[in-house]
Every structure is written in C-alpha cells, then in structure tokens.
C-alpha cells in the first residue's frame, strides 16, 4: 500500500485560503486515483473531492465545488487541495486518501472505495 502523510492544516479566519499537501511514498503514486475527506466533530467522515490517476479528471461536493481544487504532480507524489473563502463549517480534520486505479470506480466518493489512508491535518476556521 501507498503510506499517505497530509500536511498544510491551521488555524485561520473565515475567507481565508489554505493549500493542503498529501506526499505519498511507498508505490507508483500514478497507480492511484486521489481523494480528500473531511470529518467534523461529531460528524460522519465526508467526502470532498477526487483527482483521477493521471490528473485529468477531478470530482468534487457539490457544495464545494468553486471553492475547492484538487490537483496533483506525480512526479513529485503530492496530491494538493487549495481552499479558498474558507467558513467555519469547513473546520474538520482533513485526509487523503488512495484508490487502486485499476480496481476501483470512477469517481471514487466512498471511503469503502479507498484503501490507503494518511492522519489527516486539521483545519479550524474562525468567524
């Protein structure tokens, strides 16, 4: 399995931006299919948006989508996730995730479609 290390987390006012970063080591990154979750207190973990293998398909919440990007640079394995106009509802703790290419669908929203996972950063957004 590919080991998954998220990074980029903070504490921030609303309307701000964050850029996340996820490195992964282990396996050939482009074998993978990307994805970032997000888990609020209290809540279940949710999804946020995915990047396919070679970086030309993205998915994401629609809530999210205009807000969030998703990109990734294989050759330096790190999977990005750029947050702009930040709310407090955004505060959770955020983690990326990998999905086998070849075995699993596209898009891939389902935790239960993610077979690597990294600790996840948190992000806290005041008002």
């Known amino acids: 399995q590919v080991q998954l290390v998220e990074s980029g987390g903070g504490l921030v006012q609303a309307g701000a931006s964050l850029r996340l970063f996820c490195a992964a080591s282990g396996r050939t990154f482009s074998n993978y299919n990307m994805g970032w979750f997000r888990q609020a207190p209290g809540k279940d973990r949710e999804f946020v948006a995915a990047i396919n293998w070679n970086g030309g398909r993205t998915d994401y919440a629609g809530s999210l989508k205009g807000r969030f990007t998703i990109s990734r640079d294989n050759a330096k394995n790190t999977v990005y996730l750029q947050m702009n106009s930040l709310k407090p509802e955004d505060t959770a703790v955020y983690s990326c995730?990998?999905?086998?290419?070849?075995?699993?669908?596209?898009?891939?929203?389902?935790?239960?479609?993610?077979?690597?996972w990294g600790q996840g950063t948190q992000v806290t957004v005041s008002s």
């Open positions: 995730a990998a999905s086998t290419a070849s075995r699993n669908p596209w898009p891939a929203r389902r935790t239960g479609e993610y077979n690597s």
